[in-house]
C-alpha cells in the first residue's frame, strides 16, 4: 500500500497530480483546465444548486488535510471519482493490496485527452460543477460586453434606421461601430434623399423603398427624421418592429397618437419615445404618478436660424434680442414647430394628467444665443396646508453648432435612448425611454 508521501512523488511525476488531488477530494476538472490554459495559480469558488455548499480549490493544498473544503451535499460521492479513503494503519491489516489507482488507470488518459482538446462530459454529480458546456462553466468564461438582459446565444437586434440627418448620421456611426459587441445590427438605413447617404453608407444597407422594411426583418426602427414619418408610416412600421420616435412632436396630432395605440396592439409592438433634451424626466413622471403636478412650463431659446417654423410662426417678426414667438399649450405649437417643439412634446407625454392641452410651451428667438439651445423646465405641486406648493426649476445650456437644430448633448442623449429601449419589455403602449 502506498503512503501518502509516495503518493505525492507519483502525483509529481505526472501532469495530472493536481487533477488526482481535486478529484479524490471532491472537487471537478474545471480548474485543472484553467491551470494547463495559463491560468495556474488561480483560485476560484463555485457555488452548487441550492442547498449545496460551496467548493473552493487552491492548487496543491487541494487534498486532504491541505485546506481543502469537502462538499457537505446530502448526495454520496461519486462511486468513482470520489473512491472512500481510510487513514494509514486504520482498518487495512490484513488485507489485500489496492488495485492501480483510479487515477492512474482512468484519469491519466483523460488529462491526455484534456491537453489535446478533446470534450469530456464530467458526470453529473454534485462534485463537479465544473462540467463543460454547463451553466457554471459558462459563468466562468470571457463574455462580450452585451446590453443588459441580452442572451448569448440570442441572435442580435435589428436595427433599422429612419432619417439620414446630424442624428441619423451619429447613430449608423455608432452602431457600426460598437453594435456588434453590443448585440445590435444595422440592417437598413433610409433617407428621403438617397443621395445623401452615399459614400458613406455601405450600399448593402441602403433601403431605398420604406414600405419594404419588412424585407429587412428588423426588431427596432428608429425614426430621426421628420414628424411626417411617424404620420404616414408609423403605424405600418409597427407592423414589423418596435418603433423608438425621434420625433415626439408628432403625438400632438390625435389621429396618429390613436392609430400608433392601435396598430402597437394589433401587432404586439411597442412605441418608445426619445427624451431628446428633456431634463428630469423620471422625477416629472413619479410627480405626476403621485398626484403632485399642478403645472408644467417648457421655455426652449435659440437664435432664430436654428428654427425651422411654419405657418403664421414662419412669418413671425423678430422685434428685438429676445422675442416670445409663442406661448401656450404645447399641442398649439407642434404643428407650426415640430423640429423645435420635441422636448416639450416629451414633457408632455412624462406628465400625461395635464398632457398636450394643460403642458406650457413657449418659443423664444434669442440673437445672443448663436452657439446654444435653451431649456428652462418649471413646475409646480398643488398648495400645502401651509399655503406654499413644491416647485422645481431646471436651466439646461445645449453647446449647439450655429443653426443647427439639434444640440450635441441631445445626440448623446439619443443613444442612450436607444439602448435603454432595447433593454425594456417590448409591450403594447407609449413608453419614454
Known amino acids: 500500500m502506498r503512503t501518502w508521501e509516495q503518493g505525492d512523488q507519483l502525483r509529481a511525476q505526472s501532469p495530472c497530480h493536481w487533477l488526482l488531488s481535486t478529484t479524490q477530494a471532491g472537487c471537478s476538472f474545471h480548474d485543472n483546465l484553467a491551470s494547463q490554459k495559463g491560468g495556474g495559480g488561480l483560485q476560484r469558488e463555485f457555488s452548487t444548486s441550492a442547498g449545496r455548499s460551496s467548493v473552493g480549490c487552491r492548487g496543491k493544498n487541494c487534498q486532504e488535510g491541505g485546506g481543502h473544503t469537502r462538499p457537505r451535499s446530502p448526495k454520496s460521492p461519486h462511486p468513482l471519482l470520489c473512491p472512500p479513503s481510510q487513514p494509514e494503519g486504520r482498518g487495512n491489516a490484513g488485507k489485500e493490496p489496492h488495485p492501480a489507482p483510479f487515477w492512474q488507470t482512468h484519469l491519466r488518459p483523460l488529462c491526455r485527452r484534456l491537453r489535446k482538446g478533446?470534450?469530456?462530459?464530467?458526470?453529473?454529480?454534485?462534485?463537479?460543477?465544473?462540467?463543460?458546456?454547463?451553466?457554471?462553466?459558462?459563468?466562468l468564461l470571457p463574455q462580450p460586453a452585451r446590453l443588459k438582459g441580452m442572451a448569448l446565444d440570442k441572435a442580435p437586434w435589428k436595427v433599422g434606421v429612419v432619417g439620414y440627418g446630424r442624428l441619423g448620421q451619429s447613430l449608423v456611426s455608432h452602431l457600426l461601430a460598437q453594435g456588434p459587441e453590443l448585440g445590435?445590427?444595422?440592417?437598413?438605413?433610409?433617407?428621403?434623399?438617397?443621395?445623401?447617404?452615399?459614400?458613406?453608407?455601405?450600399?448593402?444597407?441602403?433601403?431605398?423603398?420604406?414600405?419594404a422594411l419588412g424585407e429587412r426583418h428588423p426588431d427596432l426602427v428608429v425614426e430621426v427624421a421628420?414628424?411626417?414619418?411617424?404620420?404616414?408610416?408609423?403605424?405600418?412600421?409597427?407592423?414589423?418592429?418596435?418603433?423608438?420616435?425621434?420625433?415626439?412632436s408628432a403625438l400632438a396630432n390625435q389621429t396618429t397618437e390613436r392609430q400608433l395605440l392601435e396598430a402597437s396592439h394589433r401587432w404586439n409592438h411597442a412605441v418608445f419615445v426619445a427624451?431628446?433634451?428633456?431634463?428630469?424626466?423620471?422625477?416629472?413622471?413619479?410627480?405626476?404618478?403621485?398626484?403632485?403636478?399642478?403645472?408644467?412650463?417648457?421655455?426652449?431659446?435659440?437664435?432664430?436660424?436654428?428654427?425651422?417654423?411654419?405657418?403664421?410662426?414662419?412669418?413671425?417678426?423678430?422685434?428685438?434680442?429676445?422675442?416670445v414667438l409663442y406661448e401656450g399649450p404645447v399641442r398649439g405649437l407642434c404643428p407650426f414647430a415640430p423640429r423645435n417643439s420635441n422636448t416639450m412634446a416629451a414633457a408632455a407625454l412624462a406628465a400625461p394628467s395635464l398632457g398636450f392641452d394643460h403642458v406650457i410651451g413657449v418659443l423664444v428667438a434669442d440673437l445672443s444665443l448663436t452657439d446654444l439651445h435653451v431649456v428652462d423646465v418649471e413646475l409646480k405641486g398643488p398648495p400645502g396646508p401651509s399655503g406654499r406648493s413644491f416647485a422645481v426649476h431646471t436651466h439646461r445650456e445645449n453647446p449647439a453648432e450655429p443653426g443647427a437644430v439639434t444640440g450635441s448633448a441631445t445626440v448623446t442623449a439619443f443613444w442612450r435612448s436607444l439602448l435603454g429601449c432595447c433593454q425594456l419589455p417590448s409591450r403594447p403602449g407609449i413608453h419614454l425611454c
Open 118 to 139: 478533446t470534450r469530456v462530459n464530467c458526470p453529473k454529480i454534485s462534485s463537479c460543477p465544473g462540467q463543460l458546456g454547463s451553466r457554471q462553466h459558462k459563468e
Open 184 to 211: 445590435l445590427e444595422l440592417v437598413f438605413v433610409w433617407n428621403r434623399d438617397p443621395g445623401r447617404m452615399a459614400g458613406s453608407v455601405p450600399s448593402s444597407l441602403q433601403l431605398q423603398d420604406l414600405a
Open 226 to 248: 421628420h414628424p411626417q414619418i411617424i404620420h404616414e408610416s408609423g403605424a405600418q412600421i409597427l407592423r414589423h418592429a418596435n418603433l423608438l420616435v425621434g420625433s415626439p
Open 275 to 323: 427624451r431628446g433634451a428633456l431634463w428630469g424626466t423620471e422625477d416629472i413622471s413619479r410627480l405626476d404618478a403621485a398626484g403632485g403636478l399642478q403645472s408644467l412650463r417648457v421655455t426652449m431659446a435659440t437664435h432664430p436660424d436654428g428654427f425651422r417654423l411654419l405657418g403664421p410662426l414662419a412669418s413671425a417678426h423678430i422685434t428685438g434680442p429676445r422675442t
